[in-house]
């Protein structure tokens, strides 16, 4: 007998029948005789529906306001699999996040867990129930209900796994596992059997949105057995995200290649090539909540350089607004904006004791007649920039140069 | 500066546009520095989409979870009014029923009110806010979220306004007021500045259905000021649901007449005369939770009687049903069913110390030539069934007769 939390996103919850669906996964988990705590996002669709119906009536709603509404999504989709499970002759609670407790602080819309009570659910769980517990929601300690932002629903299993420590957390999606990379551009990509933590929170930041990187996060931190499969297969093992690098002498040197389009280049021409400069362009942007992602300093002459990094496309024009108001005082003779680039990044636990990655990956892409525009690395991965037109090819040779499409 | 609870139902929070205009409605009340409480229902249409939904899982919900569905439509109406009053610079906070917390028992689906927690609301009235709160449901001692049952919006209201000795309970919705009858059917039908509780009773249990019978009896019991008025028209005085009996010298002995459609007879034909029998009769009925009405008994002839009652039409075939059981044992010859009847009443306070009442009643009705089948009375009004094709003649008549199309 184990203890099983296991999260479905909006798309199972999507309609009645798909609800059926994940009674009759959560029925035969029962029959095992496994404890289940079910956590459930909203229908598919209702949550954007809910913020819609608010910005009707408000341009900038009050977020604890907000928070009232579209906690509903998930208050509903909680007892809509009660029932169906009791209707299949499983024994059901619902809790929505208030009830559970499920304390967070008061940061509406993007509220942190500070803290589970467990009391009830293991009350019920003792009793033979499955305990289900709407996803994304708690409330903070003057009794207001909060949500966690989007994908939140992630989050909350895993941190309902931490506090239970239950034996695996399990996130059902519409996709069967993590893979080396996305099939769509690869048709040979396999799925992965393991992950390390570090791994997939590299391939989830750079565009492979299987789960949200905060309950990566999270479950590496409080060594929750993660797992990621899908909820339309009857029978799959998904994806195991593992504390330990796998000890198998066969551990490839590189589990992935993860890619992101959505990036843009700023380059700052002619500013003095002195200490502070970075700081000097990058502290206002960095005030502007705005995420930097790489950035290169090219090598000055006469005493004057470029700098350039890059940002989500979508925080271009605040990015270029803020650097134009700071334009004069760094003695900037240009800002430049490029949006034809995208991100390319080979990611695996194994690189740092295997030299020569880089070069390998460097000379696959010049083979192909790939420019370079930027690099990035760390201890697990290495990113390059290049023209977005070449993105699928690049992916495509890597996986191959790295032998991904090799069965292990 | 007064204490004042607004209560608006389904129809007035039907869209964007009419959740708008009752913050503007709100806001005319605060800037007359008024404090203002505010009960809202669903919007129109919503519960009954929530309750389709849970009956397509569940061909019988459990009433726990059906209410954990249910009562999300007032949680989303609750922000959305705190919006649109913000929007418009009114300082606004919503409430649930459990984070009010308005304390029921656990009968989910139809729970009743114990206590009211006024603490947070009071505080909130004092720092300037308006408070919206949840109508319709509640929260048990265990923590699970109840609902009040149809037309429960109304008696969080009146709960409301009385936990909070509230100087008056306005009930907003699509009529202005109550009328000494149903316009449709008498277009000289004139609005009632005020009534009698014991009056609006009878006239909302007799199909008048401006309120909820139970938030009146409780506005009765704990003597809350009760309006009923138009949320669609700007100034309105609506109508004043009193205490005590108009004082005025000029007090109509008759305040209007209400009507049923919504009646079926039942005749147990040649049962023993003898007493208990009505028990005999009745005991089964009561027991499978069917309200009877009127009641005859027939004068007995060679030891055997008629027995008559009436039942909603929905209640027909259960009742029937119940007597088919116990026909054997009580003797009876045969059971018969009548749906062509409807109910006529005549209402009023004076009529106690004005006898003559049924009198004119009567005559009235007999100079149209319409037979009179049951009678029964209270102290308050005179009730008689007769042939449901006569209902708009007897209804016109009686309310000439009584000089209700009068102005006083």
Redesign the interface.
């Known amino acids: 007998m184990a203890l099983i939390v296991q999260k479905y996103g909006g798309t199972s919850m999507g309609s ?1 029948e798909r ?2 669906s994940v009674a009759r996964r959560v029925a035969k988990f029962r029959a095992q005789e496994h404890q289940v705590v079910v956590v459930v996002s909203a229908m598919s669709g209702e949550t954007n529906r ?1 913020i819609a ?2 910005r ?4 900038n ?2 977020p ?3 928070d ?2 579209i ?2 999504g998930e ?2 989709t ?3 699999l ?3 499970l ?2 299949i002759g499983v024994a059901a ?2 809790y ?1 996040g ?2 559970v407790k499920i304390l967070t602080d008061s940061a509406h819309t993007k509220a942190r867990i500070l803290s589970i009570d467990q009391a009830g659910i293991r009350a019920d769980l003792d009793a033979g129930k499955v305990v289900i517990v709407a996803g994304f929601q708690g409330v903070d300690e003057h ?3 909060t949500t966690l932002g989007r994908g939140g629903s992630d989050t909350t299993g895993v941190a309902l796994a931490a506090a239970l420590s239950a034996d695996e957390c399990q996130i059902y999606t519409d996709v069967d596992g993590v893979y080396t990379t996305d099939p769509r551009i690869v048709p040979e990509a396999r799925k992965l059997d393991t992950i390390t933590f570090e791994e997939m929170l590299e391939m989830a930041s750079l565009g492979s949105k299987v789960l949200q990187i905060r309950s990566v996060e999270f479950a590496g931190k409080y060594k929750v057995k993660l797992r990621v499969l899908s909820s339309f297969e009857e029978e799959n093992e998904g994806t195991l995200i593992t504390v330990e690098e796998n000890k198998n002498m066969e551990h490839p040197v590189i589990s992935g290649i993860a890619f992101n389009r959505d990036e843009a280049k700023i380059t700052v021409l002619g500013v003095p090539d002195q200490p502070g400069i970075a700081y000097q362009i990058l502290g206002p942007v960095a005030e502007a909540n705005i995420d930097v992602d790489m950035i290169i300093q090219n090598v000055g002459r006469d005493g004057l350089t470029d700098f350039s990094f890059t940002v989500s496309r979508g925080d271009l024009d605040r990015t270029t607004n803020v650097l134009d108001r700071v334009k004069a005082g760094i003695g900037a003779a240009a800002i430049e904006a490029d949006q034809s680039l995208c991100k390319v990044s080979v990611v695996g636990v194994g690189m740092h004791s295997h030299p020569g990655v880089a070069a390998k990956m460097f000379k696959t892409l010049s083979a192909e007649g790939i420019n370079i525009r930027m690099i990035s690395t760390s201890e697990i991965k290495i990113s390059v920039a290049i023209e977005e037109k070449y993105l699928e090819l690049a992916v495509r040779v890597l996986h191959k140069a790295f032998d991904l499409d090799q069965a292990r």
Chains 1, 2 share one sequence.
Not at 56 to 59: D, N, Y
């Open positions: 009645p609800i059926r809910l119906l608010a009707e009536l408000s341009s709603p009050d604890r306001e907000l009232v509404v906690s509903t208050q509903v909680i007892a809509l009660a029932l169906a009791q209707e609670k619902s929505t208030a009830q009794g207001a209900i």
